[in-house]
């Protein structure tokens, strides 16, 4: 008996020596991932190694469709993905961190790497993804009107070290040395195509990520496939790819990183599925058959690539940018649908089968059920009241004083809009000329609260004829349409820049409302003083082109099904923002070419609870006005006017 008990904890010991050794030499097999100069490729944990991956910004997908969109992303045969950090999503005021919910990074880099998908992080800190500000927080713009963004400006430097602080040392286990997904670290981004051409910058980058992370990481450049670019963007020691889309000469571009870039594999980070869309100009396409020609030929070449993006998502709220081309402004659309394999609402096209069957041809593909299109829902149309309006909504607010307009920026206001208000205390002529050429970057005229005009940046127009009198109110609300993503404009202000005159009067002593310092909680206010009947329903519809807001409430079919993914259609209406349950589904503007906003299902409540819409109309009220959410996304609309330019990135 005794024998017998000493045989079994003998055993025992044994099984527990045997499980932690096993343990051991587990984890305990190095995890590297490296280049083999002499063959030019990768070597993952010392075999030869190429991904292919997509590109995906977990800040344009709301957390409860990540695990579907990466499924996707795998099903398709990808073996990784490319991410950007947006340090603006991160830290949208200064020293106010997010890092859950939607903005749950390292969340994110988990399930990559649950579902097996190797991770490629662009840590910025300027991204451009036809983000505001290209990802850039504004606030530093509000610390120093003259920062010299993405230099070696000490006052950016400091503020770039307090956020990688911040940053960096959540990537450690992240790492795939240290058990996590992520491979390669990318610094900075299309440096070469911004004027600076500062390298003590990117030094300076370069040495805090090998504080941070360590110098075995293996870090990476990403500039355009040619020369030009190249100069200012490669980073001594750092490993530089390329990027470019179908319509380049796959050689070329190889050819341009190779004589900066002597050894390594072929890469280009960012191989375009499609292209931006900005308001008023015609959707771009580009066709699936010259995706995947490109594609197959830089397979062939052993290069890795990644498909920017597989899937585009949505840029919510007030967070899609800008460009400038040719000193005109070209506000971007709230869709990131892109024409991508996957569209904004996470569906399948042609192109995403296509593009499988070229990964095919290299990678293995996974077994299991392909992705197919989701059903959608269409409601009944929604009969929208018109409730407050801007002078209702200012009424609660304390404005800021001063002689001369102030912008956005040194107001600390980060986006949405602010009414300008003045008293004339001059004789006018009649009429009277007034001039806004500091205008960023459309604005609607009130004289003595009628609707008197509109000023628009991006149809050049900064006067405007006033039938305006001594002692008149005149009260100019502006609109912050995205702050530039890319170039030197970076580092504009919005609102209101120079001064503003009347005939040859400069106008002074400005009253500033802003609308809002927090949208969330003033959405949240008018839904919570709704239900309570406390906001009288009045009729403005005499009183034209007041932003004004409308709402309605409605309550899904008694369906098990439902709620699914759903367009909101906006037919009738003019420009301006829509909030499901509060939460801001992005800009509108009936332009074109997108007439629909994505509502994804999550943002529904199923029956029996009611919904709440609240559209914030800028420029029509119409007795009657109706929305309704539609099953099938527009964003091809025709443009009223021809398209003159293609933006080259
Ligand atoms: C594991 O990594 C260590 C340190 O980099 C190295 O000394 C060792 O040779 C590696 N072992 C294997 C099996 O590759
Ligand atoms: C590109 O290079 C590959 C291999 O070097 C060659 O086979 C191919 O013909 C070239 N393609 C073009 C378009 O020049
Ligand atoms: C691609 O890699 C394979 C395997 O290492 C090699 O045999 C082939 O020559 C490479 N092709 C090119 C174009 O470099």
């Known amino acids: 008996m005794f024998l017998s008990i000493i045989k079994l904890l003998l055993f025992s010991l044994l099984i527990i020596l045997f499980v932690s050794l ?98 490629l992080v662009r840590t910025g800190p300027f991204i451009d993804a036809e983000r505001d500000m290209g990802g850039l927080p504004y606030w530093l713009l509000s610390k120093n009107p003259n920062m010299k963004l993405r ?70 450049t990403t500039d355009g496939g040619e020369d ?17 889309g179908s319509e380049r000469d796959v050689n070329e571009s190889f050819a341009a990183q190779r004589s900066h870039q002597p050894y390594g594999p072929y890469v280009n980070s960012e191989y375009y599925t499609g292209w931006i869309d900005h308001w008023e ?31 585009g998502g949505t840029s919510f709220g ?67 009241k018109s409730t407050a309006n801007i002078y209702d909504a200012i009424e609660t607010l304390v404005p800021i004083e001063s002689v001369y307009p102030k912008t956005f920026e040194s107001l600390r206001l980060r986006q949405g809009f602010i009414l300008y208000s003045t008293t004339v205390t ?3 002529s009649d009429p009277a000329v007034l001039t806004v050429n500091g205008l960023r970057d459309r604005a609607q005229v009130f004289v003595d609260k009628k609707y ?15 039938d305006i009198e001594f002692g008149s109110q005149l009260d100019i609300f502006v609109e912050n349409q995205g702050r530039p993503d890319y170039g030197i404009e970076i580092h504009e202000s919005k609102g209101i820049t120079e001064n503003v005159t009347l005939g040859s009067v400069v106008l002074k002593n400005w009253k500033h409302y802003l609308l809002f310092t927090d949208w969330q909680q003033y959405i949240t206010n008018f839904i919570t003083t709704l239900s309570t009947s406390l906001l009288s329903e009045t009729n403005y519809t005499s009183v034209d082109r007041i932003p004004t807001f409308f709402t309605t409430e409605f309550v899904l079919p008694n369906d098990s099904t439902l709620p699914l993914d759903s367009f909101l259609r906006l037919d009738g209406w003019r420009k301006g923002l829509a909030f499901l349950n509060g939460f801001n589904l992005g800009r509108y ?33 119409a007795p009657n006005m109706t929305v309704q959410f539609v099953a099938t996304s527009v964003l091809n609309a025709t443009i009223p006017f021809t398209s003159e330019h293609q933006l080259l990135l």
Request: net charge negative; aromatic share 14%; charged share 20%.
């Open 228 to 244: 030009y670019y190249l100069k200012c963007g490669k980073i001594d020691n750092v490993f530089a790819t390329v990027d470019f």
């Open 426 to 428: 001059n004789h006018t």
């Open 22 to 119: 096993s343990y051991e030499t587990r984890f305990t097999v190095n995890k590297s991932f490296i280049i083999d100069k002499t063959n030019n490729q990768f070597l993952k944990d010392g075999q030869p190694f190429r991904y292919i991956a997509g590109h995906i910004e977990y800040f344009k997908v709301p957390a409860v469709l990540w695990r579907d969109r990466l499924t996707k992303y795998k099903m398709a045969g990808l073996n990784a993905i490319q991410i950007y950090v947006e340090w603006n999503s991160h830290e949208p005021e200064e020293g106010m961190y997010h890092f859950d919910g939607d903005n749950d990074l390292i969340g994110f880099l988990k399930l990559a790497n649950e579902l097996d998908l190797l991770v």
């Open 589 to 621: 503007w009936t332009v074109g070419p997108q007439l629909t906003l994505y509502a994804p299902r999550h943002l529904f409540n199923a029956y029996p609870m009611t919904n709440t819409l609240i559209v914030f109309e800028l420029e029509r009220s």
């Open 318 to 384: 007030f967070t899609a940018g800008s460009n400038i081309h040719k000193n005109r402004f070209y506000p971007l659309i709230t869709s990131y649908d892109f024409d991508a394999p996957l569209t904004e609402s996470g569906d399948p096209t042609a192109k995403y089968y296509d593009v499988r069957n070229v990964i095919g041809k290299y990678l293995t593909l996974p077994v299991g059920t392909l992705p197919k299109p989701e059903p959608k829902m269409q409601t009944k149309p929604l009969l929208m």
């Open 151 to 220: 230099t070696s400006d000490p006052s950016y430097l400091v503020e770039v070290d307090k956020w990688y602080d911040r940053l960096l040392p959540m990537l450690i286990p992240m790492l795939y040395k240290n058990g996590g997904p992520v491979i390669m670290v990318q610094i900075e981004n299309e440096y070469g195509s911004y004027f600076a051409c500062d390298f003590n910058y990117l030094k300076h980058l370069r040495d805090l990520h090998y504080k941070y992370l360590g110098s075995d990481v293996l870090f990476y």
């Open 452 to 466: 008197a005009g509109t000023l628009s940046r991006t149809q050049s127009l900064y006067t405007l004829g006033l």
């Open 281 to 311: 100009e015609t959707h771009s396409t580009v066709t699936s058959a010259a995706i995947c020609k490109g594609l197959d030929q830089m397979l062939a070449l052993n290069a890795s690539v990644t498909l920017y993006p597989m899937h």
